[in-house]
């Protein structure tokens, strides 16, 4: 392949695309690098060091070095720094929402709106850190006095994915810096460049050296670095839950503080006496924001019978209206998809669910383009043992299924080992808290398709992951609890 270069990036800092590493406060390199293309023109984005072995054990020792001075700081003064690095990332939004697009493909408005949500992260965590309170307990003796008091954790090992390569980052290195701790960074390597030039602000900020470092490279050697070393106090991984159980099960070997955000399942449940209108919007939303490709989309778009037939005609109507293309070059609905992997997988369970008997009633025809792109499609009358109901499609891929009762309904989304997020659309608020108490999963949206905020706790139960991210509880999975049993005499 020619290794065209993307011409469109027009940024105000070229040097926010940068084609290093920061371990230790340097920007390193390596004799290997990573190409790192546009997925929806196949252009050149650049290059990054390939890291291994060597270039993880100096993070991880440069975060050591780092981690008593960075503890021993006030959380007011750590504060200061995260809240210098908020306004700089606010200051360059617009080069970072480019180089984002650039990298990961999403429209450029959604990368706007990510870098701002990246941002409200650190934003946050800034003023949460303050607030790492502890308790006093009434003594069990006369003479006992029990305090408990909150720690960092340590140096901590964070690997995000390509989805959010900007927002995953913060949502995980904001709350460990705010606690005290110190990170290593292991970046996607299909979109390490937003990750990378976050880091560049946060050094211009004034976050010391060895505090915040980011390696880039292929997963294995790095991985086994960051699970195994025992330096390291905690590992938090965003990704796939086949990945994230063998990330976690090398932790053990060191008993590492673990905490995953793994894949899902979600439910879109629309019953019969929900606004139709608001339905459908809320569908757009969830199901084919980032085209498709996040952890809460809805993967399951389960439709009482009384409505069916309006919520798919008004869908089918807004999915042929997408433009779709390449987000620099104007704008657009949807973008491509990230690799060949992921339309495979698209075709596989579009494929699988036609086969079993499902409907095309919609497709949206993207440009005639090099890049990794697909059609948004909404299917009718799809089974429940189609594949794109078992699996997370990861694609803008719309398949209604029908049912009648509230009761078969909560059994068919409870019939999966997964359980990050789940959608309900009624008018019925006796019905909204019924159902949203038997749904197994950590997050229900109820009339509306986007539940993410920085306020508000981000996580899943089952094999939807391990702990949570954002909000105050987000802070405690950076700190350790100690107990201090005071003996004053009597």
């Not at 106090?233 to 994230?244: I, M, R």
């Not at 990794?372 to 694609?395: M, Y």
Request: proline share 5%; charged share 20%; with cysteine.
């Amino acid at each position: 392949m020619n290794d065209i270069m993307e011409k469109s990036l027009g940024l105000a800092r070229p040097d926010l695309l940068r084609e290093a590493c920061l371990i230790g406060g340097l920007w390193i390199t390596t004799e290997t690098d990573i190409t790192v293309r546009n997925p929806a023109t196949l252009a050149l984005v650049g290059r990054v060091p390939d890291c291994g072995r060597v270039e993880a054990l100096t993070a991880v020792a440069a975060a050591q070095v780092a981690f008593r001075p960075w503890k021993a700081m006030t959380a007011k003064a750590r504060g200061a720094i995260l809240r210098r690095w908020y306004e700089l990332i606010l200051a360059h939004k617009t080069d970072l929402a480019r180089l984002l697009t650039a990298e990961q493909g999403k429209p450029l408005h959604e990368a706007e709106g990510e870098i701002l949500y990246a941002a409200s992260f650190i934003d946050w965590f800034a003023e949460e850190g303050k607030r790492a309170y502890g308790d006093v307990i009434p003594g069990h003796l006369p003479d006992m006095r029990l305090t408990v008091t909150k720690e960092p954790v340590g140096i901590v090992a964070a690997v995000t994915p390509w989805n959010f390569p900007a927002a995953m980052v913060t949502r995980k290195v904001a709350p460990a810096l705010a606690a005290g701790c110190t990170l290593v960074l292991k970046p996607s390597e299909l979109t390490p460049f937003s990750a990378l030039a976050l880091g560049v602000l946060a050094q211009e900020a004034g976050i010391p050296d060895g505090v915040f470092n980011i390696i880039t490279g292929q997963p294995q050697a790095i991985g086994d670095v960051l699970t195994g070393d025992p330096r390291i106090a905690k590992f938090t991984f965003t990704g796939s839950t086949p990945v994230g159980k063998k990330l976690a099960a090398n932790c053990m070997s060191t008993v590492k503080r673990v905490s995953l955000e793994l894949g899902g399942n979600a439910p879109f449940i629309v019953f019969n006496d929900a606004d139709p209108e608001a339905a459908i919007s809320g569908i757009i939303a969830s199901k084919f924001r980032n085209t498709g490709q996040t952890c809460v989309c809805a993967n399951r778009i389960l439709v009482q019978s009384g409505i069916y037939d309006l919520i798919a005609a008004g869908l089918a109507a807004r999915v042929e209206a997408f433009t779709i293309g390449d987000g620099l070059a104007g704008r657009t609905d949807q973008g491509p998809l990230i690799d060949g992997r992921a339309i495979a997988k698209f075709h596989d369970h579009l494929n699988d669910a036609v086969q079993r008997g499902a409907k095309i009633i919609a497709q949206a025809t993207p440009p005639d383009l090099r890049g990794h792109f697909v059609s948004a499609t909404v299917l009718t009358n799809v089974r429940r043992d189609a594949r794109l109901n078992q699996e997370e499609t990861f694609g803008p891929l719309a398949g209604l299924v029908r049912f009648d009762t509230e009761d078969e309904v909560i059994s068919m989304v409870n019939d999966t080992r997964a359980g990050l997020a789940a959608y309900i659309f009624t008018g019925d608020i006796a019905r909204a808290c019924r159902v949203s108490e038997a749904l197994e999963c950590g997050m229900v949206g109820v009339n509306t398709g986007l539940i993410s905020t920085e306020v508000a706790p981000f996580g899943g139960i089952k094999e939807s992951g391990l702990g949570r991210e954002g909000s105050h509880y987000g802070l405690d999975d950076y700190l350790n609890l100690k107990l201090n049993c005071v003996y004053i005499g009597s």
